[in-house]
């Protein structure tokens, strides 16, 4: 399909991070797309329930950032606006059981909250024509074709509510709720049978600590950027 010859509808649900990723490829491809999002959408930067990792600080691995910028150029700037720190002619502290390592941070690199990340990237999205949100709504199944061979649309209702449910039709059902999906159970409904999830238990914990610098050491924030001191287990 040429860029000239779009397909009409597309619905994605939910609206976090790989919503609004997916949303923007769409947009090349679809008149309309349509994110359906349970939760309100604040009217700032700010923490939304349920959304998982919110508290700790973030920062893009180099090809997270690379495929980010191509989608969405210039974002870091929007960032930086907010006041997000940037790593630019700052210096690393690297510490470990064998020594200490200092030097300049490898690369250009801005640290974020999750919430001014997924702020930028919405009113990003916000601005694409065609894009729209459905806000305070869930979806509660999919829609099929007669013969169950294609999904057409989906079912959704207010939020919380026992109002009225509504049928969105699509031509493209996108499921991007994360942890909450109910997938598997709409597959299942439709009669098909859904592969057993493998599961991997990593293990891995971490935690987050915010520390007011002391005002004697302020000057020391303008050049150092991150310490790293690398704990040991047992």
């Known amino acids: 399909m040429s860029m000239e010859q779009k397909w009409e509808k597309a619905v994605i649900i ?10 923007r490829v769409l947009s090349d491809y679809y008149e309309e797309v349509v ?5 309100d959408l604040p009217d700032q930067p700010e923490d939304r329930a349920g959304t998982p990792h919110a508290f700790h600080p973030h920062r893009f691995t180099l090809r997270g950032k690379t495929i980010t ?26 510490m470990n ?4 390592m200092v030097g300049p941070y490898p690369r250009k690199d801005v640290k974020f909250s999750r919430a001014a990340l997924e702020w930028v990237i919405r009113e990003r999205v916000k601005k694409i024509p065609g894009v729209r949100f459905i806000t305070r709504h869930e979806v509660l199944r999919l829609i099929t074709a007669p013969d169950q061979k294609a999904v ?14 509504q049928e969105l ?3 493209l059902v996108v499921d991007t709720s994360g942890r909450g999906s109910k997938l598997a159970h709409w597959l299942e409904d439709m009669g098909l049978e859904v592969p057993a999830p493998d599961l991997l238990k990593a293990d891995i914990g971490y935690a987050t600590r915010r520390y007011k610098v002391p005002a004697h050491m302020t000057h020391i924030v ?13």
């Open 97 to 100: 059981q064998y020594g200490s």
């Open 35 to 39: 994110i359906v999002e349970k939760d």
């Open 69 to 94: 910028d191509r989608l969405f150029p210039g974002f870091e700037d929007d960032l930086l606006a907010l006041g997000a720190p940037s790593s630019q002619n700052k210096t690393v502290h690297n």
């Open 14 to 23: 939910g609206g976090s991070m790989a919503g609004l990723m997916t949303a």
């Open 222 to 234: 303008q050049e150092w950027d991150v310490i790293n001191i690398t704990g040991q287990t047992g």
């Open 169 to 171: 039709a699509a031509d």
């Open 152 to 165: 057409i649309g989906v079912q959704m209702k207010e939020h919380g509510s026992h109002g009225q449910q």
